[in-house]
């Protein structure tokens, strides 16, 4: 910073700086805009914990780091429980339910938790945590989002099934407002025992013209999915999954973020946070990505375009507003 | 291309790997965490796994699916077949079922292909199915896909007039506990118990099952007699073992045995009497995933038959017989691009036959396939299909069976599809090395081969149209085709008889299929065939080529549920006029009506809310008998009552 300042002080005792101006001008526009940034950038001192080494959470950093100016001090942590409180720290940032819990209730320091499902945040990290900064960028997608899906890769359907189990809380209101202001009709089975998943699977899809997967891992568990998938599939009734693992593993569809995608938002508001010190409200992934499996869609006799221009009808569907 | 292969087998352990680390940081199950929205699965809807979508099979296709069976009422597998545009369905005896396309009928129709699970069972030595003997209940049936013309390429050999393919349900399609019973008149006596369970990594399920009726014997205009009851007990195991995400292992054993009646007074050496029959089979199936739809599969299966049919206890005069199959097949499924799907793959095959009435020597026939077949999605709108089958009988023919078609979207709903194949028929080891004959006091020979018969050839032309209406909530199939068919084998006059290459023949026509449904519940099929038959020659020992299928075959399935678990469905089947060509004309069948009618009532049995259904059905509801292939087979009103739960 003084070597770039002090040059420009030579240049002005030299007769040819008029031929310039412009050129100096502009420098000390960008000057004077990315000083404060940069200087406040420069000073923030970010400290990155992973739930664990997994390669989502390290694709979350790496992704995360490179976004940020090369100056800024970010440090990486892939063991959450590793993470001493000692350390001095402008801004924590924790990737996963178990590194912001393990976090949250250690220190006050300001803390952006990233890819949790909003309901762990809201239960095990809001309410354990007595700091004033505090947000998040949840993992999960907007309940409008994903009915925003539905009503593109399946504009003839009405009602959409959601089995769930009573431990997951799933926010059923929301859900069915959600699907009754795009003309949807919720269909709810609860499951009652672990045993009784096929039968209530069964029954919900006896009224159900697809089924919308939710974060419950008692039923979407890897086990569980192949004959879930055998059992919608028979029964000529898509899936609409959670991530690209469900729509290779056979379902139709999915809208979800990737690591990359959160991080993007995440250093974003990193820089706003070296400005301002403050953090936004917790918000869902601004960016997504839709995936499609032709060979389901062809099968179900659905027709489906590629997944771009899924996600482009979404687009300009949220361009009108819901 | 094996480098892109191995890089997808990497990347899957990598990611079954990861999944064990995510999951491994899974949190209590009292809330989401990441791992919901991370986790990997296995490819569970693989291609070997999902039915080809009508609109893009190479071949005009004809699905019944679990309700159309249920609501046919049919507790035969050979019944359901009337529900296919242009199949005809009769029975040479109470015992033995006749299934065949597109006519070159006779008692053991041996010009399509038939499987369960990727199991052929059209068996040594005469190539004919035994549908009475087969380890396969109805109830055990997922759907049938019949493909309507020659496939070869995807089906092997034998794939001349069409294909039968029946899928049966998955091991891991039901848990608990079924139970059924049918009586009726006609001495209809069934009855069925499964049970199944889904796991973890192993699901199974096993069905246990009685199958018995009097034939024609209920006959109340008797003519000569009837001895051709039957009663069979069934047994079958389905259990798939998926260990990892990307292997699946597929077992599966079945078992039939039990008496059929047989023979008749008129007709020596063959007299009234009761044979005794036993099927087993084993079949394992090793699915493997590789990755972007990719997958391998080699299967492996056995069929055992057995027929203990002693003529005459006395003398003795046996007719009994032995066969066994074994088969090998290793299939590949690799997408060289997004638009182009390649399946290739071969297989070899050893039958065996002890049949010493039959044939002086045990028979055994190695026979191998190659093959390949192709979809290409040229553009949106274009499909191309391609493929072929090169085989070696074992019996000294060599064949290669092309196809080609080519799909045409007209629009989003309508489909066009113009197609051209060529398959062949070998001969079967009875026609080409028969030797029938039994040793005094009957010192006769009924069949003679002189072999060295060349394979029956089959050149198909069609052009086919789907179209989707859902705002009538329809849709329609049409099916235009000419089929060219040479080297017709058929037995001789004289006695010994011999088979030869005798005639040629065509057959042009049209098929068609629609679907509707309406209101709430209300399911309407129908289908149509019309059919026109020539042959270039008259053999004066055999009816006229051109009558033996009818001219037009309408069959309909109607079904309604009501709310209050009440559902009724009604069957229509008419068939024009014919003769089948090995037939007599005191064996004429008339035109022929005939109305079904299944009414059931389900209903909650218990507290914990099982379920228990009623059904009555009533076949050829009018009471007006009519002929089944022969004239002695008069089928009368059929009524019975299946009682069945779940629990």
New interface residues.
Partial sequence: MWLQISSIAVRLLRPQWLFKLPYFLSTLLCLALSLPVATMADNLRVLVVLSSNAAPYQAFASAYTQNLPNTMRVEIQDQADSYDRAQKFDLLVTVGVKASQFVATRTVTPLLAVMLPKRSYEDSVLRTSHRKEISAIYLDQPWERQVDLIRVVLPGVNKVGVLHSAAMGIDTADLSKALSRRGLELGLQLLKTPDALFVNLDTLLDSSDVLLAVPDSEIYSSNNIRNILLTTYRRGIPLIGLSQAYVNAGALSAVFSTPEQIAAQASAETLAFAQTHQLPEPQYPSLFKVAVNQDVARTLSVPIQSAEMVKLQMDSTKGRGW | MLNHRHRHRHRHY??II??A???????A?????????????????T?S????????ASNAMTVIDREMIKSSGFRNVADLFRLVPGMYVSNYSGNTPIVSYHGTTDDSARRMQVMVDGRSIFMPPIGAVNWTDLPLQIGDI?RIEVIRGPAAASYGGNSTQGVINIVTR?A??M??FEASVTKGNGGINDATIRAGK?G??L?YRVSLGVHSDTGYDANQYKYGDNNDSHKTRLFNFRGNY?PN?IDSFDFQLGYTEGPRGDGSVDNSPNFPHDRHDTENFAQVTWLRSLGG?DELKLQYYHIYQDVLNTLEPVLPLSDSYTNTRDDLELQHTIHTSPTNRLVWGASMRRDWTRAPSKFRTEQTVNSATLFASDEWRMTPKWLLNTGALLEDSGLGQTNLSPRIALIYKLA??HTLRFGVSQAYRNPSVYEERADYYFPPPVDYTFYLATGHLRPERLLSQEIGYLG?F?QYGATVDVRIYQDQLNDIIYETDQAPKDFRNLFDAQHHGVEVTSKHHWGSGNLLTFNYAFQLMSSNVKLPYASDYSGTMPKHMVSALYSKMWANNVAFSLGYYQQGKMLSIDRGHTDQQQFTRRIDVRVSKQFKFDRAGHQAEIALVVQDLSGNPYVDYVVANQFNRRAFITTSVAF
Avoid: C, N, W
Wanted: proline content about 9%; glycine content about 8%; aromatic content about 6%.
């Fill in positions: 990598i990611t990861l999944t680390l995510v999951s491994h940081y899974a949190h199950s009292d809330e989401p965490s990441e791992s919901d929205f991370l986790q990997d699965f296995p490819v569970v809807l291609a796994r999902m039915s080809q979508p009508l609109a893009e997922e998955d891991g399609d848990q608990g889904r973890d990594t699901d998926h995400g739809g989003p709903k989707e859902p």
